[in-house]
């Protein structure tokens, strides 16, 4: 059995923060129900680039999943979503704080309904905040967590950080709350402050310092020749992390600068120098040419990888980080191995929007013609 077998999850929310985390619990086994708004669903089904009218960023997160299309707003609606409440052992909402109670879903309803219920709310300030009324997405909560104010000027990140670590402490929180669960529980997810837990070095030195860091602030912000990023001679890049003595005695051996081999802890003029000599040696060759040098050798150095690289890599595929899910064909998949963690079933596609609707009716007692009047009526899709 994998670890969450039997559980069962209602996901109301949308977008990466909750989907994230349903997808995290459905790879350890859960069955994950998707709750959706009929007529459009999860806007994650739109998000570009799209292959054969699908979103492939849906497709990965939404995998193994089954999905509902109910209208919350409509009374027919909130009686099959209080029936699929009663078989659920966890409930998920990430809309704004407030949203869920006006339709009659809070924690307070839903604990009367099932008493043992886990129920996680992801939003972006949490439910107690000044904040908590303000819309964003994921460029909005990494600029408040002061994610985006380490270089020079202010760049679209290349990773929703913030969706994801919700999504992440999200999935801990459930699994906490399920090992112990004896009564209903209760877990507000901050998307801001989940980002800025994770900021855990940058955070450090600012209350170390009184001085918020900055490039060249200390050896993990690029300070130091042995913790830093150098050129090759083809436009390429190589990452150096050589900080212990042996790992700096063999880059230094390796590269053939041996005159720098104990400026490393020097002198702010030493330590220029030996940057200087490491960006003379690196400028000497290729990138791929220092990786199957170096990284065999015990130097903490290895190649900046593109995207692509990475997912192409030997490593990636020993690792299996891509899994095939049959109509969406390739995925990113979870590092999480062996037993009891992983999903024991093959893994399917993301489900069309309201795809297992009348499976799921049916097992929810809704007889074929009250099915067809709530679909008629728009109630369910």
Same mark, same amino acid.
């Given at each position: 059995m994998s670890f969450l077998e039997g559980v069962r999850v209602v996901d109301a929310t949308r977008l990466l923060p909750g989907g994230y985390c349903s997808m995290l619990l459905s790879d350890m086994g !859960? @069955?994950?129900? %998707?709750? @959706?708004?009929p007529g459009l669903g999860d806007y994650m089904r739109a998000t570009p680039p799209t292959k054969g009218g699908r979103s492939p960023v849906h497709a990965t997160v939404n995998r193994n999943k089954r999905s509902i299309g109910?209208?919350? %707003?409509?009374? &027919?609606g909130k009686e099959v979503m209080r029936r699929l409440l009663k078989t659920a052992d966890v409930f998920m909402e990430g809309f +704004?704080?407030? !949203?869920?109670? +006006?339709?009659?879903? =809070?924690? /307070?309803s839903v604990k009367r309904l099932n008493p043992k219920i886990v129920y996680c709310s992801i939003s972006a300030y949490g439910q107690e905040s000044r904040l908590s009324s303000m819309p964003g997405h994921d460029i909005n909560f990494q600029a408040m967590a002061g994610t985006m104010a380490y270089s020079k000027g202010a760049?679209?990140?290349?990773?929703?950080?913030?969706?994801?670590?919700?999504?992440?402490?999200? /999935?801990?929180?459930?699994?906490?709350?399920?090992? &112990?669960r004896k009564r209903g529980v209760f877990l507000d997810v901050p998307i801001?402050?989940?980002?800025? =837990?994770?900021?855990?070095?940058? !955070?450090a030195a600012y209350l170390a310092t009184g001085k918020a860091p900055r490039e060249k602030h200390s050896m993990i912000f690029g300070s130091t020749p042995y913790y830093n990023v150098y050129r090759t001679s083809d436009g390429g890049?190589? /990452?150096v992390a050589a900080i212990e003595e042996v790992f700096w005695r063999n880059l230094v051996a390796a590269l053939g600068v041996p005159g720098i081999q104990n400026k490393r802890f020097g002198t702010k003029e030493e330590r220029a120098f030996a940057t200087s000599e490491l960006k003379r040696a690196f400028a000497s060759r290729t990138r791929d040419e220092w990786s199957k040098l170096l990284m065999g050798r015990d130097t903490c150095a290895t190649p900046v990888l593109t995207v692509e690289e990475a997912l192409t890599s030997d490593w990636a595929e020993t690792m299996e980080m891509l899994v095939d899910v049959g109509g969406d064909g390739q995925v990113l998949n979870s590092p999480l191995r062996g037993a009891p963690a992983a999903r024991k079933k093959p893994f399917t596609p993301a489900p069309d929007l309201g795809s297992d609707t009348l499976s799921i009716m049916k097992a929810l007692g809704y007889a074929a013609p009250a099915v067809s009047r709530l679909k008629e009526s728009g109630v369910i899709e």
């Open positions: !859960a @069955e994950v129900v %998707k709750v @959706e708004q109910i209208d919350l %707003k409509s009374p &027919g +704004r704080p407030g !949203a869920m109670s +006006r339709l009659g879903f =809070s924690f /307070a760049g679209v990140p290349l990773l929703q950080l913030g969706d994801v670590a919700s999504g992440m402490y999200a /999935a801990v929180g459930i699994l906490g709350a399920l090992a &112990g801001v402050g989940s980002l800025l =837990s994770w900021m855990v070095v940058p !955070a890049y190589m /990452a």
